[in-house]
């Protein structure tokens, strides 16, 4: 039983280059979301989703997208990378929603854009 | 931004002291989380109280909250050089399947 698994771990792209931070969980989870983590700002929800085919925002959206073909994966597009992208994101899943339970983390993708 | 206030931002202590932490919020809540994180890993889910409930235990931890001044503590009880780490607080609330919102953390270092 993996839990929530992320890759890649690390990543340096150049302003304007687009990648995809994959993001898989194998606890039959609905509910998954992204996070950054910056310095002094603690986690910022960037999108959330609460199972297949259903996607919104979170605080932070702009310059991200995201979809959920299926239940176990919720990759994070980077459209066109900016310095103020650079951060570490974090994908969390539970299993039905954060109201009826806690999330579960994977372990990060450290972002560097040049 | 909705993002709750922690206090203090960095604590640091002796082996067997207790540590408090603080965490103020802004709007109404389902439920307030408490999460570990280790340098350089992933978040960890400490405990969970829900807005009916006034406090809750777990081992050495101890979890308060009052609703009517929206804050939360977490106390670690005979602290150990092994609970060195960042602790956040996050608030559930708003849809049914709700978003957490994350407090900005608290910098936890115990000395051997």
């Known amino acids: 039983n993996a839990g929530v698994t992320q890759t890649p771990k690390f990543q340096v792209l150049k302003t304007g280059q687009s990648m995809t931070l994959q993001c898989a969980q194998d606890m039959n989870h609905e509910y998954m979301s992204w996070y950054r983590q910056d310095p002094g700002m603690g986690l910022r929800l960037i999108h959330y989703s609460v199972g297949a085919g259903i996607t919104d925002q979170g605080e932070v959206p702009n310059g991200y997208n995201v979809s959920r073909s299926t239940t176990e994966d919720f990759p994070l597009r980077l459209l066109s990378a900016a310095p103020s992208q650079t951060s570490v994101y974090f994908c969390?899943?539970?299993?039905?929603?954060?109201?009826?339970?806690?999330?579960?983390f994977g372990e990060g993708s450290r972002l560097t854009v040049l | 931004s909705q993002q709750g206030e922690e206090d203090p931002q960095a604590l640091s202590i002796q082996e067997g002291e207790n540590a408090t932490m603080n965490c103020s919020y802004k709007t109404s809540i389902n439920n307030l989380q408490w999460y570990r994180q280790n340098s350089g890993r992933g978040l960890v889910h400490l405990i969970l109280i829900r807005s009916n409930e006034r406090e809750k235990h777990s081992g050495r931890l101890r979890v308060t909250l009052d609703t009517s001044k929206k804050s939360s503590s977490l106390l670690i009880t005979a602290s150990r050089a092994a609970d060195t780490a960042s602790y956040f607080c996050?608030?559930?609330?708003?849809?049914?399947?709700?978003?957490?919102?994350f407090g900005q953390g608290t910098i936890l270092t115990v000395h051997p």
């Open positions: 996050a608030n559930a609330g708003g849809t049914s399947y709700g978003k957490l919102t």
């Open positions: 969390a899943s539970s299993y039905l929603s954060v109201i009826t339970g806690e999330l579960f």
